[in-house]
C-alpha cells in the first residue's frame, strides 16, 4: 500500500473537517426545523384551548391543521380532566378532522398496538362504544384493560350484554385485566350489583372468577349477596370462604353474624382470622367467649385478629382480654397483652 504523503493528509484532514462542519450544519437546521414546528403546535394547542369555551370555527380549523401524527396527543392532552360539552366538542373536532375515522380503523387493526391506540383516543374521548365494547373480547390483554377504562365512561350506554362481558373478566387469565375489571366495576357502583350477584350464584362459577367477584361485592355492598355469600362461605376453596367472610361483616345481620362464628373454626386460618375480625367490626359481643378461644390458635394472625376483635366489643371483649392475661396457655395470654397494650397506647 503506497504511503500518503503529508500534503495529501492535510487534504484528507481538510476534507473531514469540511464533512463535519456541513454535518453539524444539518443537524442545528434540523433542530431548528423541529423547534419550529413544536412552537407551532404549541400555539395551536393554545389556541384549541382558547376556543373551547367559544366552539368557534377557528379553533375547528386549527386542531384540522395539526400534523396528522400530533392529532391524537392533541386531542386526548385537551381531553383531559373534562367533560360535559367541552368534552364532546373536541370529540367533534376529532370527527370533522378525520381522527375518529382514523382511531375506528386502528380499533379494528390486525396489529394489536393500533387497536391499543384506537380504543386509547376513544377512551379519551369518551365516545365509541360500537367500536370499543367489542375489544372487551380481544385477544391481547393490554387492549382488554383499556377497553374496560371507557366502559366506565360510557356506564349509561352498556347494555346486559356489555354488563356481562366486563363482569366475565373477572376471572380473565391476565391478572391485569383482572384487576382492570374489578375496577372499572366498583366505579360503576349500583349498576355492577346485578351482574356480580349473578356471578355469585352461579354454581358452575370457577373460583378465580368468584374470588374476585367477591372483591367487587365487598366494595358493592348489596343485600342480593347475602344468600350467596352465605353458601359461598361453605366452598372447597378455602379462598374463596375467606373471600365470603367480608362480605358477609359487611351485609350483618342474625344470619351472617351465626356464620361468622361458625366459621371461626375453619380448617383454614385465613378464614379464622377473617372471621374474628368480622365479628370485631360487627360489633357482635356474643361472640366474645368464642374469639377467647381464638387467642389460643395456633395461627398468629389469628390470634392477633381475635384480640383486636375483643377490644373493639369494649367491656365484655376487655373482660375476656384481661382474664387471658392469666391464661395457662404463654400465647393467649401474650396476645391478651399485647391487645390490651395497643388499647392503652403502649404499643
Same mark, same amino acid.
Given at each position: 500500500m503506497t504511503?500518503?504523503?503529508p500534503?495529501?493528509?492535510?487534504? =484528507?484532514?481538510l476534507?473531514?473537517? /469540511?464533512?463535519?462542519?456541513? +454535518? ?6 434540523a433542530?431548528e ?13 393554545g389556541?384549541?384551548q &382558547? ?14 391543521r395539526?400534523? !396528522?401524527?400530533q ?14 360539552a367541552e368534552? !364532546?366538542?373536541i370529540?367533534?373536532?376529532?370527527e370533522t378532522s ?6 375506528e380503523?386502528w ?11 384506537g380504543?386509547?383516543?376513544?377512551? /379519551? ?5 360500537d ?5 372487551l373480547?380481544?385477544? &391481547?390483554?393490554?387492549?382488554r384493560?383499556?377497553?374496560?377504562q371507557l366502559a ?15 363482569t366475565g373478566?373477572?376471572?380473565?387469565? &391476565?391478572?391485569?385485566v ?9 366505579r360503576? /357502583? ?5 351482574p356480580i ?5 352461579d ?12 372483591? =367487587?361485592?365487598? =366494595?358493592?355492598? &348489596? ?6 355469600a ?14 365470603a367472610?367480608p362480605?358477609?361483616?359487611?351485609l350483618?345481620?342474625g ?17 379464622r382470622?377473617?372471621? /374474628?375480625?368480622?365479628?370485631g367490626?360487627?360489633?357482635r359481643?356474643q361472640?366474645a ?18 384480640g383486636l376483635?375483643?377490644l373493639?366489643?369494649?367491656?365484655p371483649?376487655e ?5 387471658a +392475661?392469666?391464661?395457662?396457655d404463654?400465647?393467649a ?5 399485647l391487645a390490651l ?5 403502649h404499643v
Open positions: 504511503a500518503l504523503t500534503d495529501a493528509l492535510v487534504h =484528507v484532514a476534507i473531514e473537517v /469540511a464533512l463535519f462542519g456541513v +454535518l453539524a450544519v444539518l443537524a442545528l437546521a433542530r426545523r423541529a423547534e419550529f414546528r413544536r412552537s407551532r403546535s404549541v400555539r395551536r394547542i389556541h384549541l &382558547d376556543g373551547l369555551v367559544s366552539g368557534s370555527a377557528r379553533a375547528v380549523h386549527a386542531f384540522g395539526l400534523p !396528522r401524527s392529532q391524537p396527543g392533541a386531542a386526548a392532552m385537551l381531553a383531559r380532566n373534562l367533560s360535559g368534552r !364532546r366538542r370529540a367533534g373536532w376529532a378525520g381522527l375518529l375515522g382514523r382511531a380503523r380499533s379494528a387493526s390486525r396489529r394489536w398496538h393500533r387497536r391499543l391506540r380504543v386509547r383516543l376513544f377512551t /379519551a374521548l369518551a365516545v365509541g362504544a367500536q370499543v365494547l367489542p375489544r373480547a380481544d385477544g &391481547d390483554a393490554r387492549v384493560v383499556a377497553a374496560t366506565v365512561e360510557l356506564a349509561q350506554e352498556l347494555g346486559d350484554a356489555e354488563l356481562e362481558r366486563l373478566l373477572l376471572g380473565d387469565r &391476565d391478572p391485569g383482572r384487576f382492570a375489571a374489578g375496577d372499572a366495576l366498583c360503576l /357502583a349500583q349498576r355492577a350489583v346485578r350477584a349473578d356471578v355469585l350464584a354454581p358452575a362459577a370457577g373460583g378465580p372468577l368468584l374470588r374476585s367477584a367477591l372483591q =367487587v361485592a365487598v =366494595v358493592v355492598v &348489596d343485600p342480593a349477596y347475602l344468600s350467596s352465605l353458601r359461598l362461605s361453605a366452598h372447597p376453596d378455602p379462598d374463596v370462604r375467606r373471600g367472610v362480605v358477609l361483616s359487611h350483618g345481620g344470619e351472617a353474624s351465626s356464620r361468622l362464628a361458625v366459621l371461626l373454626d375453619d380448617v383454614d386460618a385465613g378464614v382470622a377473617a372471621s /374474628a375480625e368480622g365479628l367490626r360487627l360489633g359481643w361472640s367467649a368464642a374469639l377467647g378461644r381464638g387467642l389460643r390458635d395456633p395461627s398468629w394472625d389469628v390470634r392477633r385478629a381475635s376483635a375483643l373493639r366489643l369494649f367491656e371483649g373482660l375476656v382480654l384481661l382474664r +392475661l392469666h391464661d395457662h404463654k400465647f395470654a401474650d396476645m391478651a397483652r397494650s395497643s388499647r392503652d397506647g
